[in-house]
């Protein structure tokens, strides 16, 4: 294995249209040591053929179905020869410094596991992600989204980052695992930090590491996709990942978790068909995520007080309003 050399996985499914973007800032990087593998979930919109003619020099791993963002990424993880691996969205534009910015805190501190980038949204600014956070019902979500980019510049220890544009130290995936598989889209990179904080890894957010993300741009935030993996994988984390006390210190905060989701998804946008087919095939899995959180829970290194500190209470200001903004507008 090459010292500090960084593998940069570029998942895509047809999304050849963001391709010549998104690799033209990775050949731009400060950051020398860096090798990018370019994994298709066998796209039909002629992407790889687009990158095996602009882009030579960049490894292309075309895959002969669709494994989704977890199973893609864990394919494209045999082709890495990285220290450390980081996983970039096709539809992402980095600045020159992102990689040198984004794997600093590594080289300095042994025990920093994740880096987590600064994401704007591409079309406003706003930011889309200032790192990850977990609530007390079991939901992760974008710190900071929505907010004004001059926010959030100080670089300090957050939950988890958004899979988007994050950098994982290779030691700590030996340790801890990858994506889960089962997740296949949407929740996985919550579930990693889960993990990872579970074992006593840190999390950095570093504000200089800097990316721009068409949000939403392969699959729409209310798409019946996205809410049907949504709400089938919320309950493979929390079942996965809690630990048996907190379990029962916040299961009032679950139970409004659910009965939200159910307003918000079911009641005011008509998911119905989504909502409950994801909740169905989530018990269809509780044998197989019963497993995993044996394995997952003997790894554990840390106290619930400590996990308690992470987690963003369910009466946090900014949480509020963002849900109540949400059913209000949709």
Not at 48 to 64: G, M, Y
Request: net charge neutral; proline share 2%.
């Amino acid at each position: 294995m090459i010292s500090d050399l960084v593998s940069i996985i570029v998942l895509n499914w047809n999304g050849k249209r963001f391709l010549r973007e998104c690799l033209e800032s990775l050949c731009n990087q400060t950051y020398g040591e860096l090798e990018v593998i370019f994994v298709d979930n066998d796209s039909i919109d002629g992407s790889v053929d687009f990158v095996v003619e602009h882009f030579p020099f960049i490894r292309v791993v075309k895959l002969d179905q669709n494994y989704g963002f977890a199973g893609g990424n864990r394919k494209g993880l045999g082709y890495c020869k990285g220290d450390y691996i980081a996983l970039l969205n096709n539809d992402t534009r980095v600045e020159g410094k992102w990689l040198e910015n984004l794997v600093s805190p590594m080289i300095k501190d042994s025990s920093v596991g994740i880096c987590a980038s600064k994401l704007l949204v591409e079309a406003t600014g706003r930011i889309d992600s200032a790192g990850d956070v977990l609530t007390t019902w079991g939901v992760g979500f974008k710190r900071g989204c929505g907010g004004d980019p001059n926010l959030y510049l100080d670089e300090q220890n957050v939950f988890g980052a958004c899979a988007a544009a994050a950098l994982y130290r290779r030691t700590m995936l030996d340790d801890v695992g990858f994506l889960d598989e089962d997740f296949f889209f949407n929740d996985e990179d919550t579930d990693l930090n889960f993990r990872a904080q579970l074992a006593g890894w840190k999390c950095m957010f570093v504000p200089s590491a800097l990316v721009y993300h068409k949000v939403n741009a392969t699959i729409g935030n209310l798409s019946d996709l996205h809410v049907y993996y949504h709400v089938r994988n919320l309950e493979f984390l929390w079942l996965k990942n809690m630990p048996k006390e907190l379990m029962l210190r916040y299961a009032h905060h679950k139970v409004i978790q659910e009965l939200g989701s159910f307003l918000y998804l079911c009641v005011r946008h008509g998911k119905w068909d989504a909502f409950f087919k994801g909740k169905r095939d989530a018990l269809q899995f509780f044998p197989r995520m019963l497993k995993k959180r044996h394995e997952v829970q003997a790894k554990r290194r840390v106290t619930n007080d400590y996990l308690q500190k992470q987690f963003l209470p369910i009466w946090s200001t900014e949480l509020v309003k963002k849900k109540i903004r949400q059913f209000v507008f949709g």
